[in-house]
């Protein structure tokens, strides 16, 4: 079992930046994937960026080149610096662990990028 807490959101205007950190507690050997999605009022949950367990990245294409997410050996943070936010990019955003057999999804954090 994997518990996931995620921090860093907030209120930012557009063009600003915010680091968002999810911390894991529990057994993440078995952890393949971990990642960020997010959801917008009244739409679906998308995928942000995840980081496979051989440290290849994958990137929304609304996001390339403005958000860059990190983790440690051990899976126990996982981090997404956003930079250059734009207001499209308000939505609860979530931390996500995945194994082969498991899924696991903090509580979410908002995020609100308003001038």
């Known amino acids: 079992q994997v518990q996931l807490v995620e921090s860093g959101g907030g209120l930012v205007q557009p063009g600003g930046s915010l680091r968002l950190s999810c911390s894991a507690s529990?057994?993440?050997?078995?952890?393949?994937?971990v990642g960020w999605y997010r959801q917008a009022p009244g739409k679906q949950r998308d995928l942000v960026a995840t980081?496979?367990?051989?440290?290849?990245?994958n990137y929304a294409d609304s996001v390339k080149g403005r958000f860059t997410i990190s983790t440690d050996n051990a899976k126990s943070t996982v981090s997404l610096q956003m930079n250059n936010l734009k207001p499209e990019g308000t939505a609860v955003y979530y931390c996500?662990?995945?194994?082969?057999?498991?899924?696991?999804w903090g509580q979410g954090t908002q995020v609100t990028v308003s001038s």
């Open positions: 980081i496979g367990s051989g440290g290849s990245t």
């Open positions: 996500n662990y995945r194994a082969f057999v498991a899924n696991y």
């Open positions: 529990g057994n993440t050997s078995r952890i393949r994937v």
